[in-house]
């Protein structure tokens, strides 16, 4: 093989190389281009997505303080349930104490 069919077997594949590539690129832009139809609704698309994203956060917000104002009403409960088992208990033990004190002057 000389210089010149070198060369232009070189350039035939070269360019049948182009032509392959080109081929490819037209055929993934094909297939990958968007109808500007379909570009507004991914937009509206978007828009709710971002709205929703909105509420939700609004939503957890709006729980955690909900949440933190009933931690904070059950401790109270708590607290209020433990001062008046507090006071059942010294009022049992008044009692008590009445009942025996009673038990011995009537029998004294």
Do not use: P
């Not at 349930?81 to 049992?92: H, Q, S, V, Y």
């Amino acid at each position: 093989m000389n210089r010149t069919e070198f060369i232009i077997v070189t350039a035939i594949i070269l360019f049948v190389a182009f032509c392959m590539g080109w081929f490819a690129n037209w055929l993934v832009h094909r297939f990958i281009r968007v109808a500007q139809s379909d570009v507004g609704e991914l937009e509206k698309m978007a828009q709710e997505l971002h709205e929703a994203e909105e509420t939700r956060d609004q939503a957890i917000t709006y729980l955690q303080q909900r949440e933190a104002e009933l931690t904070n009403q059950l401790a109270q409960t708590e607290a209020e349930l433990a001062a008046t088992m507090d006071g059942l208990r010294e009022a049992r033990y008044e009692a008590e104490q009445l009942r025996s004190h009673l038990d011995r002057v009537g029998t004294g």
